[in-house]
């Protein structure tokens, strides 16, 4: 079993910035990669960024590239999502999941955390 706690969500205006973080627990060593993903009211959740368990490997939304950055601190296991030039579009529950070696689906998932930016 994996634990995921997300911290870091608030209320900002256009154009500021927030870091998301997720903390992991429990078998991280069973962990292949962390991702973070977002839904919006009335829509569907979609894909924002991930990075490998064991750093490297990055990938980002279109809508999000040069804006946002995940990165991550072994030491502290935890993932960041640093999310700079925010815009209302933007606004949405995040939640930070992990993917196992072996399946391609993501199998734990955090609580979530919102973020609300105002125009």
């Known amino acids: 079993q994996v634990q995921l706690v997300e911290s870091g969500g608030g209320l900002v205006q256009a154009g500021g910035s927030l870091r998301l973080s997720c903390a992991a627990s429990g078998r991280t060593f069973s962990i292949y990669d962390m991702g973070w993903f977002r839904q919006a009211p009335g829509k569907e959740r979609e894909f924002v960024a991930r990075i490998r368990w064991s750093g490297g490997t990055l990938s980002y939304a279109d809508s999000v590239k040069g804006r946002f950055t995940i990165s991550k601190d072994n030491a502290k296991n935890t993932v960041y999502l640093e999310m700079n030039s925010l815009k209302p579009e933007d606004t949405a529950i995040y939640y930070c999941?992990?993917?196992?070696?072996?399946?391609?689906?993501?199998?734990?998932w955090g609580q979530g955390t919102q973020v609300t930016v105002s125009s």
């Open positions: 999941a992990a993917r196992l070696f072996g399946p391609v689906e993501y199998v734990y």
